[in-house]
């Protein structure tokens, strides 16, 4: 073993894994970007305050796994579990909700939660994420969900799934909460389980052992007691989700680990990953904004998983990120043209082309070693006999065909071999 390892459950990505790890964040920021919305870079560490407040101190997420440390001020500071709370404080401190509503923002990065790792299950996990934040429309929930399903869509997900459904307002959701409880009551729950539904009876609903589930057969549910006006703005999310090409499941027993959520509510799996099989979730939060200390604004978003969309994509086999690093690859023999290496790579990168060269003084084979590994479809090889005519030979890997090419004209001839299909 080596002195130094990374911290327990923090993945690393490394190369040629990583290429991977940045094409899916890209994939899934993409729909946001192409959407309007504008780019927030958040503190990783915030107020401890503020996600006792925002995420609700009763979540495991808040009570159990953040990363809480008293600065050198003696301030309660929290590396961020999330990132829905950190918008919402961000957009109160810098008057954003004044401008023109809703505020579209996406962003992407680290979280930090103290779970206990496995595979998929990470302390530090990365998310793409998105608010709409200063809107009820319901067309504004269906966009929020169709842009997350287009960035697995892009990555040519299939074996995935969208669970979808209502969790109430304020004013349905107490008087659900109540008959619920009065249903738990009759159910013969150890004592563990009766202290969770106290706190709250929802979360039972998403106990995964057997024995409670068989008692849960005619519990009732939320989408049974919405409000008119909840139950109006479902229908229409619903109906706009059909007009986006965007298909669901029903999932009226869908819990999620954040208490912030109303109204609308949704998680998306995948088939292949095993117990930690959620690869992106959200929904709307209507109280959220004012609760830390903004004022009393809706808002709508998601937080997909970089990382478990990454796995995703490994299980169903796409290659995602795959192709060579660099186009060209330059192998100098002799120290007259490691110099002319050095300035055609200069002018080959400023020019826009992907281009590496062999450091290191290697010989020939040890060279084109390198050249091989670098994936690049074009080599150039410079010997002393091309300096001294101002040429180079310039091998295409593909086919393993070779010409001389003068140097003047090498960009020229580089830019006009069309990448190989994968390599851009
Ligand atoms: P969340 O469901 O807690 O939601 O996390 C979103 C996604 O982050 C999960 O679906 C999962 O893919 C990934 N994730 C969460 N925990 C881990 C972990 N320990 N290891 C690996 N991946 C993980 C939120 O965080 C909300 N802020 C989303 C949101 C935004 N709701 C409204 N706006």
């Given at each position: 073993?080596?002195?130094?390892?990374?911290?327990?459950?923090?993945?690393?990505?490394?190369?040629?894994?990583?290429?991977?790890?940045l094409?899916?964040r890209?994939?899934?920021a993409?729909?946001?970007?192409?959407?309007?919305?504008?780019?927030?870079?958040?503190?990783?560490?915030?107020?401890?305050a503020?996600?006792?407040?925002g995420?609700?101190?009763?979540?495991?997420?808040?009570?159990?796994?953040?990363?809480?440390?008293l600065?050198?001020?003696?301030?309660?500071?929290?590396?961020?579990?999330?990132?829905?709370?950190?918008?919402?404080?961000?957009?109160?401190?810098?008057?954003?909700?004044?401008?023109?509503?809703?505020?579209?923002?996406?962003?992407?990065?680290?979280?930090?939660?103290?779970?206990?790792?496995?595979h998929?299950r990470?302390?530090?996990?990365?998310?793409?994420?998105?608010?709409?934040?200063?809107?009820?429309?319901?067309?504004?929930?269906?966009?929020?969900?169709?842009?997350?399903?287009?960035?697995?869509?892009?990555?040519?997900?299939?074996?995935?799934?969208?669970d979808?459904?209502?969790?109430?307002c304020?004013?349905?959701?107490p008087?659900?909460?109540?008959?619920?409880?009065?249903?738990?009551?009759?159910?013969?729950l150890?004592?563990?389980?009766?202290?969770?539904?106290?706190?709250?009876?929802?979360?039972?609903?998403?106990?995964?052992?057997?024995?409670?589930?068989?008692?849960?057969?005619?519990?009732?549910?939320?989408?049974?007691?919405?409000?008119?006006?909840?139950?109006?703005?479902?229908?229409?999310?619903?109906?706009?989700?059909?007009?986006?090409?965007?298909?669901?499941?029903?999932?009226?027993?869908?819990v999620?680990?954040?208490?912030?959520?109303?109204?609308?509510t949704?998680?998306?799996?995948?088939?292949?990953?095993g117990?930690?099989?959620?690869?992106?979730?959200?929904?709307?939060?209507?109280?959220?904004?004012a609760?830390?200390?903004?004022?009393?604004?809706?808002?709508?978003?998601?937080?997909?998983?970089?990382?478990?969309?990454?796995?995703?994509?490994?299980?169903?086999?796409?290659?995602?990120?795959?192709?060579?690093?660099?186009?060209?690859?330059?192998v100098?023999?002799?120290?007259?043209?490691?110099?002319?290496?050095?300035?055609?790579?200069?002018?080959l990168?400023?020019?826009?082309?992907?281009?590496?060269?062999?450091?290191g003084?290697?010989?020939?084979?040890?060279?084109?070693?390198?050249?091989?590994?670098?994936?690049?479809?074009?080599?150039?090889?410079?010997?002393e006999?091309?300096?001294?005519s101002?040429?180079?030979q310039?091998?295409?890997?593909?086919?393993?065909?070779?010409?001389a090419?003068?140097?003047d004209?090498?960009?020229?001839?580089?830019?006009h071999?069309?990448?190989?299909?994968?390599?851009?």
């Amino acid at each position: 073993m080596t002195e130094f390892q990374a911290p327990k459950g923090v993945p690393e990505y490394f190369p040629p894994r990583s290429a991977a790890f940045l094409a899916v964040r890209e994939a899934l920021a993409y729909p946001a970007e192409h959407a309007g919305y504008g780019y927030i870079e958040l503190p990783v560490f915030e107020d401890t305050a503020l996600f006792v407040r925002g995420v609700g101190e009763s979540t495991d997420v808040v009570s159990k796994e953040m990363y809480t440390f008293l600065d050198r001020g003696e301030r309660s500071l929290s590396l961020r579990p999330e990132g829905t709370a950190g918008v919402m404080r961000s957009i109160v401190e810098n008057r954003l909700d004044k401008g023109v509503l809703p505020v579209k923002l996406w962003y992407a990065g680290p979280f930090f939660r103290a779970e206990r790792p496995q595979h998929g299950r990470y302390r530090q996990l990365q998310q793409v994420g998105l608010e709409a934040v200063g809107g009820d429309d319901p067309a504004l929930d269906a966009e929020v969900i169709a842009l997350a399903d287009e960035g697995f869509k892009r990555l040519g997900l299939r074996q995935y799934r969208l669970d979808l459904t209502s969790l109430g307002c304020a004013q349905c959701r107490p008087a659900y909460r109540h008959v619920l409880t009065a249903f738990l009551d009759t159910c013969d729950l150890d004592d563990a389980t009766r202290q969770r539904a106290t706190v709250n009876p929802l979360r039972v609903l998403d106990d995964k052992r057997d024995e409670v589930q068989r008692q849960l057969g005619d519990a009732p549910l939320m989408v049974d007691h919405l409000c008119s006006s909840c139950q109006e703005h479902y229908d229409a999310v619903r109906g706009f989700l059909s007009d986006a090409g965007v298909e669901w499941v029903e999932a009226p027993r869908l819990v999620r680990g954040l208490d912030y959520y109303t109204r609308t509510t949704f998680e998306f799996t995948h088939e292949l990953l095993g117990a930690q099989s959620g690869i992106g979730g959200g929904g709307r939060y209507d109280g959220l904004m004012a609760s830390v200390g903004g004022s009393d604004l809706s808002g709508i978003g998601f937080g997909l998983g970089t990382d478990r969309t990454l796995l995703a994509c490994e299980a169903e086999g796409l290659d995602v990120g795959a192709g060579a690093r660099v186009d060209v690859f330059i192998v100098p023999i002799g120290e007259a043209p490691r110099h002319e290496a050095v300035r055609l790579l200069t002018r080959l990168r400023q020019a826009g082309v992907r281009a590496d060269m062999a450091y290191g003084g290697r010989g020939v084979k040890g060279s084109m070693k390198a050249a091989d590994r670098s994936g690049a479809p074009t080599v150039v090889i410079i010997g002393e006999d091309e300096v001294a005519s101002r040429t180079a030979q310039v091998k295409n890997m593909i086919d393993g065909t070779q010409v001389a090419v003068a140097l003047d004209s090498l960009l020229d001839e580089v830019q006009h071999r069309a990448p190989q299909e994968g390599t851009s």
